[in-house]
């Protein structure tokens, strides 16, 4: 009779695994929590980087390309317009060379304008629009002139072409005559592989 309970067992047990039973229960592991989407932010990590004044979009690098993210900038009331331009130009500038939000670093944005670059007006022979940098353009990185170029040729800052003109300081000897940039969907898609197209102007 031991014998013939014995040999049951194996029989009972495959008999339980045909039902769906299993006699023990084994844990799983299903891997991490899903985390955030690359280049994905929130309405609460936008207004975080938002306070008071006009609102502007800043192009950051996120991933491979450029990707717009909100901010603002402050312009004291009743500026004239052409001062109004540097001080939107200057405050985008400081926007872009500020490091990103805790939430934008962790979606994946990064910066790669360098701080402390200041902007003037027009040199007396310059178009009207011209923005001097204290970096000339030509001595910035790739990702950092398209940043650049993309955030400043749609704002207040420019004439809201699609366009910048942009030189170096004025009088120095990087000066040169300006030049102006275009913000491509090839440079917005490939900061690093793909220059602004730019030409140069001569008439003030």
């Known amino acids: 009779m031991t014998v013939r309970r014995l040999l049951a067992l194996p029989l009972l047990g495959a008999l339980l695994t045909g039902c769906g039973i299993r006699p023990t229960e084994v844990p799983t592991d299903f891997g991490p929590a899903p985390s955030r989407v ?12 938002s306070s ?7 192009f950051l690098l996120c991933g ?28 985008l500038l400081d926007q872009l060379a500020a490091a990103p939000s805790a939430a934008e670093r962790s979606a994946g944005y990064t910066t790669y304008v360098p701080g402390g670059t200041n902007v003037t007006g027009p040199a007396p022979k310059d178009p009207e629009d011209t923005l001097r ?7 910035l990185t790739a990702y950092a ?23 170096g300081p004025a009088g120095g000897p990087d000066s040169g005559p300006p030049r102006r940039y ?12 793909t220059q602004p197209p730019s030409s140069e102007v001569t008439d003030g």
């Open 38 to 49: 690359p280049c994905s932010l929130t309405a609460t990590d936008q207004s975080a980087q």
């Open 52 to 58: 008071r004044g006009v609102p502007v979009q800043v």
């Open 64 to 91: 491979a390309s450029l990707v717009a993210v909100d901010r603002t900038v402050r312009v004291p009331e009743g500026t004239p317009d052409a001062r109004r331009r540097v001080i939107v130009a200057q405050g």
């Open 133 to 139: 940098l204290s970096t000339p353009p030509s001595r």
């Open 145 to 167: 002139l398209a940043q650049l170029v993309c955030t400043l040729s749609d704002s207040a800052a420019t004439e809201g072409d699609g366009s910048v003109i942009l030189g």
């Open 182 to 193: 275009e913000c491509t969907d090839e440079v917005r898609d490939h900061p690093g592989s």
